[in-house]
């Protein structure tokens, strides 16, 4: 079965600032994987998806991500942070089409 | 295209009750997917149809939760006899159907905004 593992549950960063957020994934074969967002009463929205293509993932909002093979890492990175980043984000492997998610990750971006 | 929508967005109600929610996927997406979220954690999967037909169950999803899509559009999850436990966030979505290229799947999964169910 696949599984990925957030390893923060809470990041806080400074508006202006990186963001680093990040993803480790248990898989079997080549993964596809994402990252979602999810703010305050708002549904979930998809940032960026990898399916093999690039290993480099370029998203919205600024967001991208890259995928390592050798580290089974899919870490998702920002160059400079928004107050309106502040948010759940998740990282989501999917296995046989359904979507299996991670803990998630809080952003908190200080002004 | 208005993307996923579900109905109610908030339902309260009491334990031993029995909820309905509706989920309206997006219009061309053969596949409907259901999972739920309690707080501070990811989603979870309860169920998914291709068109009409419920392809897979979680074990999560106990013998009083019932899914239909009977015309291979909307959806519905009923829970009968509704539990505390049964709190959480209904969350739906839709996708194509999902295609095995390049060693991996290529469907992208569009989420409604979720009904959040409160039993007391």
């Known amino acids: 079965a696949q599984s990925v593992t957030q390893l923060d549950s809470h990041v806080s960063v400074s508006e202006g600032t990186p963001v680093l957020l990040r993803c480790n994934y248990s898989?079997?074969?080549?993964?596809?994987l994402f990252w979602y967002v999810q703010h305050p009463n708002k549904g979930l929205q998809l940032l960026l998806k990898?399916?093999?293509?690039?290993?480099l993932v370029k998203g919205i909002n600024g967001f991208e991500a890259e995928f390592k093979k050798s580290e089974t890492s899919f870490h998702l990175t920002k160059p400079s942070a928004h107050m309106s980043d502040a948010a759940e984000y998740f990282c989501?492997?999917?296995?046989?089409?359904?979507?299996?998610f991670g803990q998630g990750t809080e952003l908190s971006v200080k002004p | 295209d208005t993307g996923v929508s579900q109905d109610p967005r908030h339902k309260i109600t009491k334990r031993g009750q029995n909820v309905t929610f509706r989920c309206d996927p997006i219009?061309?997406?053969?596949?409907l997917y259901w999972y739920r979220q309690t707080l501070g954690q990811g989603p979870e999967f309860l169920t998914y149809?291709?068109?009409?037909?419920?392809?897979?169950k979680s074990r999560l999803l106990s013998d009083r939760f019932s899914a239909e899509r009977p015309k291979g559009s909307f959806s519905t999850l009923e829970i009968q006899r509704t539990e505390q436990g049964d709190s959480a966030m209904y969350l739906c979505?839709?996708?194509?159907?999902?295609?095995?290229?390049?060693?991996?799947?290529?469907?992208?999964?569009?989420f409604g905004p979720g009904t959040r169910l409160t039993v007391l």
């Open positions: 979505a839709s996708s194509l159907t999902s295609t095995w290229l390049a060693g991996a799947w290529t469907d992208t999964q569009y």
């Open positions: 898989s079997s074969y080549s993964p596809s």
């Open positions: 990898y399916t093999s293509a690039a290993t």
């Open positions: 989501v492997v999917s296995e046989g089409g359904k979507l299996i």
């Open positions: 219009s061309e997406h053969n596949r």
């Open positions: 149809f291709q068109n009409e037909a419920q392809l897979e």
